[in-house]
């Protein structure tokens, strides 16, 4: 199983980024996935997950409204697009997949500063 992520960079406040993580090495069409994060010092928490089949999608309250989690079954990709941007954003972003067993990426940095 291989997750990875990549579109993290430095961005302005207010500006916007658009992460993608691609997967490989298990059925991404019945895996759920999800986008975490963890800022320096602080705990692992959720950003988002969406269903295996797109339909459903949940979002943490800090991020609602300004994020989006959507998923390319047919390119085994699931994306997280991110606007509206605040310096509270910065940490690394994490993607996981859930099949019965959790499985991580290795992380992309988000910076939001002027």
């Known amino acids: 199983v291989q997750l990875v992520e990549s579109g993290g960079a430095l961005v302005q406040p207010g500006g916007s980024l658009r992460l993608s993580c691609a997967a490989s090495g298990f059925t991404f069409s019945r895996a759920v996935m999800s986008w975490f994060r963890q800022a320096l010092g602080s705990e692992r928490e959720l950003v988002a997950t969406?269903?295996?089949?797109?339909?459903?999608?949940a979002y943490g309250d800090s991020v609602k409204g300004r994020f989006t989690i959507f998923r390319d079954n047919t390119e085994n990709t699931v994306y997280l697009q991110m606007n509206s941007l605040r310096p509270e954003d910065t940490a690394v972003y994490y993607c996981k997949a859930w099949t019965g067993a959790d499985y991580w990426g290795q992380g992309t940095q988000v910076t939001v500063s002027s």
């Open positions: 969406i269903s295996t089949d797109a339909r459903n999608a």
